[in-house]
């Protein structure tokens, strides 16, 4: 079973929308973390943000948020103003402590921003 | 740092002929990872290593091996390349399992 759904496959917005990533996760652990990876075209992958499952305050940074809500097992993620450098394939993971913490990752939605 | 690195980065290969991949870390991590990503499937996990002398295999381990010699180097090996196993390989690493992990720039591979 899928741990990790990312039921957005592709997003298309023009630049300086706001757009916003969901990921859902499924996972009977009380201890695990969430991540999300950039993936730009150039290939790599960066690791963007780190949570774990005590700590469901949101976060931001610069122009990217956060929300993390365990009553609804979501973890998503927000651009806001997107600006064309924003265009990249964007993974979700869970790492699970019943599972040694090994990533189980989203299939990703692609992001486009239009200029 | 150079952080993670992988060699090579492209590769051809033909079907049933054999070659490694090497990862190679200089973050004194203890924990690396071998996956492959396949579209619209995400990155899956094929072997991993706890520390130096360890492996162990992960969902998608099936036509592959790897060794952990030196701590710093992790080899995935084909022994005999199929199609299916075109497929861009990512290596790896953490501090520990808890930990972040951080990515090499891949391996694009074609079998043929």
């Known amino acids: 079973a899928q741990k990790v759904t990312q039921a957005q496959t592709e997003i298309s917005v023009v630049e300086k929308e706001d757009v916003t990533l969901d990921c859902v996760y499924e996972?009977?652990?009380?201890?695990?973390?969430l991540f999300w990876y950039k993936q730009p075209p150039s290939g790599e992958l960066v690791f963007l943000i780190r949570r774990n499952s005590f700590d469901e305050q949101n976060e931001i940074s610069g122009r990217y948020s956060w929300n993390f809500q365990k009553s609804t097992s979501s973890f998503n993620f927000t651009i806001t103003a997107s600006q064309v450098v924003d265009s990249a394939v964007y993974f979700c993971?869970?790492?699970?402590?019943?599972?040694?913490?090994?990533?189980?990752f989203g299939a990703g939605t692609t992001v486009t921003v239009r200029a | 740092n150079a952080g993670v690195t992988q060699t090579p980065k492209f590769r051809v290969l033909k079907t049933g002929q054999s070659m490694t991949l090497l990862c190679a870390q200089d973050?004194?991590?203890?924990?690396m990872y071998w996956y492959r990503q396949d579209p619209g499937m995400g990155l899956r996990l094929i072997h991993y290593?706890?520390?130096?002398?360890?492996?162990a295999k992960g969902e998608v381990p099936d036509g592959y091996n790897v060794s952990r010699l030196k701590k710093q180097n992790f080899l995935l090996g084909l022994e005999s390349a199929a199609p299916s196993q075109t497929s861009v390989y990512f290596c790896?690493?953490?501090?520990?399992?808890?930990?972040?992990?951080?990515f090499g720039p891949g391996t694009r591979l074609t079998v043929l």
């Open positions: 993971a869970l790492s699970e402590a019943s599972d040694d913490y090994k990533l189980s």
């Open positions: 973050m004194n991590h203890e924990y």
């Open positions: 790896a690493s953490s501090w520990e399992g808890v930990d972040t992990q951080y």
């Open positions: 290593s706890v520390g130096e002398g360890t492996t």
């Open positions: 996972t009977r652990d009380t201890t695990y973390y």
